[in-house]
């Protein structure tokens, strides 16, 4: 009997200790993401800070953020450790990296790393061969029919067009409806078909490899604001060996945190939260958010918490 009570209190204290452990042990699950950033055409001054937000907010990822020199500045220090994240989400356009840091940043993405590029990442090195297939495609930056085929869609089906001309461009920002193509995808599951993100940028004419894996949402490329008059290909993962890529061309970033309509919708923040989680692990394991767009209705997040 008293042996019986010896045993049953060692089990009580180990399921004490169990949960007691609990807190801590969820604090180190956390993934651990990487924000890169430092040079862009665009507000990166913002731009990092919205990202970061996003991710510490969602209580899913130990964030560190880390920028580049200015350009034109030494990349020789420019050293991250990209082994040590989870995913790495790509916020820059700018000077090339030094060889052993862009030598780096491949073998991460070839060992099975975890990456998402956002919006202006795809303008970046369009003369570096190997970072053009971890994005799949890009613009500008002399981008041509050099540098791979466009990729669109006629009637719901991917096209590989090798016509020339530039690589990449947008009509006017406004809102507009994105469409699901592929509603299996652990990051789309459960999301509305179509739903009506904030004003952004929505680019167009984009040539690369092309090596989509999965196309998860595209959107008309309205000719009436300046589009391609194309059904263009606007979140994807990309087809990269063991790599989990994701590539958000959504975001355009505004003029301040609280002026940033495309990054505070909230379409587009689930989305970011969802590739980021598949990027570092394979798995989507978020709820849908209540306040996800509609078909009808834009759906903005208006502040962001400031967690410091
Ligand atoms: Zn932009």
């Given amino acids: 009997m008293q042996k019986l009570f010896k045993f049953s209190l060692a089990i009580l ?29 665009h507000n990166w001054q913002v731009s990092h800070r919205a990202l970061r937000l996003i991710l510490d907010q969602s209580g899913l990822f130990q964030v560190d953020t880390i920028l580049t020199p200015a350009k034109g500045g030494d990349m020789s220090k420019f050293n991250p450790n990209f082994e040590e994240y989870d995913v790495v989400v790509l916020d820059y356009n700018g000077d090339r990296w030094s060889k052993p840091t862009e030598e780096a940043f491949i073998e991460y993405a070839r060992r099975g790393g975890g990456i998402v590029v956002y919006h202006a990442a795809d303008n970046a090195f369009a003369q570096w061969e190997e ?9 500008w930056e002399g981008r041509n029919e050099k540098s791979g085929p466009y990729y669109y869609l006629i009637n719901g089906i991917g096209v590989l067009d090798n016509g020339a001309g530039a690589g990449g461009s947008h009509g006017a920002q406004r809102q507009y409806p994105m469409h ?18 904030a ?29 391609s008059g194309r059904e263009e290909p606007l979140v994807f993962t990309v087809d990269y060996g063991k790599a989990r890529i994701f590539h958000i061309m959504l975001g355009h970033c505004g003029e301040s945190l609280a ?26 394991k978020q709820d849908v958010p209540a306040d996800f767009p509609t078909a009808k209705s834009t759906s903005m997040r208006r502040g962001y918490k400031i967690l410091q």
């Fill in 13 to 41: 204290l180990s399921l004490v200790s169990f949960f007691t452990t609990q807190p801590s042990m969820a604090r180190s699950k956390k993934m651990k993401a990487l924000i890169l950033s430092g040079q862009n055409n």
């Fill in 131 to 139: 970072f053009n297939k971890i994005i799949a495609l890009g613009g």
């Fill in 180 to 197: 699901c193509r592929n509603r299996k995808h652990p990051i789309t599951k459960d999301l509305p078909d179509n739903w009506l993100h």
């Fill in 199 to 227: 004003r952004d940028e929505m680019y167009d004419r984009m040539r690369g490899p092309a090596n989509i894996k999965d196309l998860l949402y595209s959107g008309y490329a309205d000719p009436k604001t300046g589009g």
């Fill in 259 to 284: 002026n940033n309509p495309a990054m505070q919708c909230a379409g587009f923040q689930t989305l970011l939260l969802r590739g980021a989680e598949w990027a570092a692990t394979g798995k989507v």
